[in-house]
């Protein structure tokens, strides 16, 4: 299980899911809470770490295969983007986050290795950058155009990244973004659903979790606030990040919506994936089903619901469910 903080924005999911883009074994992009231009995303590790020397070295071929994702992406979008890690004060312990802003001229990309000190070119990113942390040099993780840095010492500004890049973006004459509410988010996240399904990548996988109790099934009406299908009656479900596993993947979905833990839960059945969308090669989606039945406890809500619902698997037709539903239920029914 990776290490998560109460209170930490980037690990609370109540914060994060609803501005999540994609997700891998372990890391988040996601637009950002406070955008400070248009196309303003955030890298993050999914675990709780101090910082990216903090990652583990064999987190480097995940994180450069993102990172080369949004390197395609924010090019088809605003222009190349320049990424950089978050430099926190000395005393602040905070979740490792870097800014991903469209830079089109590189021109932050210079401010930034002005402003850092001296800029080294990284082979293995956590690993170089934990050996130049051991020397001393707090470095800040960078990234452009393929290629990594480190920023090591130089005078760095007292008010923090945030502040300082928001005065050179100011000085730039990049806007501030017009939107920054959920329009700006769906807007984004259908974005990189289509740079993702145009770049051929491997399907979106989702997993999709049967609740069941003397016969009957737990049924999740979403709430305004979710992305999708807002409204209808659906399982327990959720995005899987790329290399995770399905079923490791839906105990923590199942504990994050409805605050069950996996010792109240009895896997039943995990279905073989259902592919969704047009009859292509390619699906545009594969869901895992899984069927738990529930021990001890009760479901409750979290945003993503409004109500819940214990019904007889045999009217599910007659439930207004996210399309699909039905069809996936067989895959797990008996
Ligand atoms: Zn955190």
Redesign the pocket.
Known sequence: MRR??PG?P??EADQLEPLLLAETRRFALATAQRPLAPGHLVLLPRE?LPSFAALLPEADAELRELLGRIDAFTAGELGLATVVENWPSESERE?AHAHVLPDPHGRLLAELRRAGGTAEPLGLIPADLAALHQRGGSPVFAWRAGQAWALLGGPRPNQGLHGWLAERLAAQGVPPPADAGPDAVRRWRRAWQRYRRDSGGPPQRVVTCFLRRDGRVCLFKRSDLVESAAGKWHGISGYLPDGADPLEHALEELQEETGLSREQVALVRAGAPVPLGEPAERPPWLVHPFLFELLSGEPRLNWEHQALAWIDPGDLERYDTVPWLPHVYQAVAE
């Open positions: 998560r903080v930490c980037f690990c709780h979740h």
